[in-house]
């Protein structure tokens, strides 16, 4: 009987347990997003994809729509063309015009929109990338928060719009938000070409200044080889010529002793 209850005690707790790791490995269900092909740093341009998942059975995504931030808008903002989508560009005036390289522009994009062609969009099972060129990033934001809404062919529509909130769990249809990185030092980008430049101009000297005092080393020492060969010759000359005179002086004196004992 004991071990009976033993034995039912331990089906009942591994049910649980198998309960429990089915529940955790269930994925969280997927939801539209956005992240930049590279980096989206602030006060410069970026090309963003909206990844857009379907999430039902029995239905696929028809069309997408993209609203952008009205605190923060953006002057240009350019589509990629996508085959089996229609893509709108739907632009609105602004209460305070924007100055974009030294130009006044009073009006940015507040919506883009995509429709499927033919009628069948993303199919159950998969997702889709809705590319855009965007900018220019603000400079005193961390992130940009765009709303999106998603409808399916059934008519349903989810609405991607709940700002997540730091230190909050996730909202259960969250916006995209993308993150911002830190602006681009040109400048110092620029600085630090400027000195490398510098440093290699002053390499190129010193190269130059080391090639002339070996040129100069070389041609020294070619000189006092020259002018040392000069002098060796000079000597052997001399002592040629003292030679011949010591030979004649010698000769000569050989003849008068001679004559002299003739005499």
Not at 141 to 169: C, H, M, N
Not at 203 to 219: H, L, V
Request: aromatic share 6%.
């Amino acid at each position: 009987m004991q071990a009976s209850r033993i034995a039912s005690r331990v089906t009942a707790a591994a049910a649980v347990a198998g309960t429990t790791v089915l529940a955790l490995s269930v994925p969280a269900f997927a939801h539209v997003s956005v992240q930049p092909e590279g980096t989206a740093a602030k006060g410069g341009y970026a090309v963003v994809d909206f990844k857009v998942p379907n999430e039902r059975d029995n239905a696929s995504t028809t069309k997408v729509e993209v609203t952008f931030p009205g605190d923060h808008p953006l002057a240009s903002v350019m589509p990629e063309p996508m085959a089996g989508w229609n893509v709108q560009v739907t632009k609105s005036k602004l209460d305070k015009p924007l100055t974009v390289h030294g130009q006044k522009i009073d009006e940015a994009v507040t919506k883009v929109t995509w429709t499927a062609a033919d009628g069948k969009g993303i199919q159950p099972g998969y997702f889709q990338k809705f590319p855009l060129s965007i900018g220019t990033l603000p400079e005193n934001a961390d992130q940009l928060v765009f709303k999106a809404l998603q409808t399916y062919s059934d008519k349903e529509v989810v609405r991607w719009i709940e700002v997540p909130q730091a230190g909050q769990d996730e909202p259960e249809n969250p916006a995209p938000v993308l993150q911002l990185s830190a602006a681009a030092d040109a400048h110092g980008g620029a600085a630090d070409a400027h000195g490398g430049a510098a440093d290699a101009h002053g390499g190129a000297a010193d190269a130059k200044d080391s090639a002339d005092k070996t040129a100069g080393t070389t041609e020294t020492a070619a000189s006092a080889a020259g002018s040392d060969g000069h002098d060796t010759d000079t000597t052997a000359r001399v002592l040629g010529i003292i030679g011949i005179v010591a030979g004649v002086a010698g000769v000569a004196y050989g003849v008068f002793a001679g004559r002299r004992r003739t005499a």
